[in-house]
């Protein structure tokens, strides 16, 4: 059987992170190259993140990583482009990767929504890490420009989906006191006291992705 030669862009991706030698560090605009493996090297982080978040879910500290808030003030986000990357994403193919967190009618378990929410997050926040790792690796042994460079897809498809999950959470959270409060619940971590089979009663919801 012949032998299938390796794609040449994933075989440049490869020998870039793992062997950074001359002969890479060489090879055109550093800074496009950067942006190329960036790109590719985040795709592949989802299912790093993946493997990660599955992992996390069965410890103890997924219940602390749940409490996560890095950016609370909404005008933050909003110059930070969260608001825009939430309209792409409701206007494009990617609102159908996770129908586990929308919010869709009145019945909807917000207890569970959250809990994956929250799992989407923690997924996209491993992801980040872990391009981020090879970004730091790449700038002292490719070029500072390089390493730089993977930073810019790495911010758009992990730590921007995952700051949205966190906007998410805040909102959802509201509707969980409102219950709580309605239920004779504490206010208190409502989403940890409240039972699963929590309920949307009235026309407010939080925006799916």
């Keep these: 059987?012949?032998?299938?030669?390796?794609?040449?862009?994933?075989?440049?991706?490869?020998?870039?992170?793992?062997?950074?030698?001359?002969?890479?560090r060489g090879c055109g605009p550093q800074g496009g190259n950067g942006l190329y493996?960036?790109?590719s090297?985040?795709?592949?982080?989802?299912?790093?993140?993946?493997?990660?978040?599955?992992?996390l879910?069965?410890?103890?500290?997924?219940?602390?990583?749940?409490?996560?808030?890095?950016?609370?003030?909404?005008?933050?986000?909003?110059?930070?482009g969260i608001e825009q990357f939430k309209w792409i994403l409701k206007n494009s193919y990617f609102r159908f990767l996770?129908?586990?967190i929308r919010v869709e009618g009145r019945q909807a378990d917000l207890a569970s929504i959250r809990h994956h929410m929250t799992l989407a997050e923690i997924n996209?926040?491993?992801?980040?890490?872990?391009?981020?790792?090879?970004?730091?690796?790449?700038?002292?042994?490719?070029s500072l420009v390089f390493g730089l460079s993977m930073t810019i897809p790495n911010a758009i498809l992990n730590g921007h989906p995952s700051l949205l999950q966190q906007e998410n959470?805040?909102?959802?959270?509201?509707?969980?006191?409102?219950a709580a409060r309605r239920d004779g619940y504490s206010t208190e971590a409502p989403y940890v006291r409240m039972k699963s089979t929590s309920r949307l009663k009235g026309p407010s919801r939080p925006s799916a992705m």
């Design 41 to 55: 090297l985040s795709v592949v982080s989802w299912m790093v993140g993946i493997m990660g978040g599955a992992l």
């Design 57 to 80: 879910s069965r410890t103890e500290y997924f219940e602390k990583l749940s409490h996560l808030n890095f950016i609370p003030s909404r005008a933050v986000n909003r110059a930070l």
């Design 124 to 142: 996209h926040l491993v992801g980040f890490l872990f391009v981020a790792s090879a970004a730091l690796y790449q700038s002292f042994h490719v």
């Design 169 to 178: 959470k805040r909102r959802l959270d509201q509707l969980l006191n409102r």
């Design 1 to 24: 059987m012949p032998e299938v030669p390796f794609p040449q862009p994933i075989r440049g991706s490869v020998a870039a992170l793992l062997l950074p030698t001359p002969a890479f």
């Design 98 to 100: 996770n129908q586990s």
């Design 37 to 39: 493996f960036g790109l």
